[in-house]
């Protein structure tokens, strides 16, 4: 229990650093476990929030600058993109031209980011205008999941509290019952012992 104590108020006191560092190098995982740490009121929602998007708008850059190193003609090469087709049909279908809402849906389609973003800096998208649809489309994405997963910790945090008070019912329930138990036992060796 130290460990945890001691791990938990680490994160507290460097909520912002954790929640930078850890959507840099996780991504969005990291900013939903963060925001479920929020809602068990554990860190500050806003800095999830605000600290996440810059992480991972700082990771999506890097993928958008890495595309256009001429990354994206090695992976062509090297990886199966014909898995990606679906998704990547189905965004470009559904957002049409326009990129903010390409960026958000592959936020939400499993395995469409980073071929998101690669798309977009082959096709020679100015950075300004990558990173600027990019942090609006993560500000509607995280909009959405951060609250999700919030609530989620809020729910837990409740049922604890919850089950705190159902383990006492439960505990007065089942003492109840032995007591019967136990009273109905010593009435039958008493019955039992009165018709002898």
């Known amino acids: 229990m130290a460990f945890i104590d001691y791990l938990v108020s ?4 460097h909520s912002h650093l954790v929640s930078l560092v850890a ?9 939903l476990f963060l925001a479920f740490l929020a809602g068990e009121g554990i860190i500050p929602l806003w800095q999830v929030f605000f600290y996440s998007i810059v992480g ?16 994206v003609d090695f992976l062509k090469r090297k990886v199966n993109v014909d898995r990606y087709k ?12 326009s990129e903010v809402l390409s960026l958000t849906l ?3 389609v499993y395995g469409s980011r980073m071929v998101t973003i690669f798309y977009f800096s082959s096709k020679k998208h100015s950075f300004r205008r990558f990173l600027l ?5 993560l500000a509607v994405w995280s909009g959405i999941m951060v609250s999700l997963a919030w609530l989620a910790g809020k729910g ?6 919850a089950v705190k008070h159902i383990e006492k019912v439960v505990t007065i329930i089942f003492l109840f019952l032995v007591v019967l138990y136990i009273i109905n036992k010593f009435f039958r060796m008493w019955l039992a012992h009165k018709s002898n």
């Open 56 to 71: 991972i708008a700082f990771a999506d850059s890097i993928i958008f600058w890495l595309g256009r190193a001429h990354l």
């Open 10 to 13: 680490n994160v507290q006191s």
């Open 86 to 97: 679906k998704a990547i049909n189905f965004i470009h279908k559904t957002a049409g031209k």
């Open 133 to 137: 649809s990019d942090i609006i489309s």
């Open 156 to 161: 837990l945090s409740i049922s604890f509290h």
């Open 23 to 31: 959507s840099i190098f996780i991504g969005e995982e990291a900013m």
């Open 106 to 108: 592959s936020k939400f």
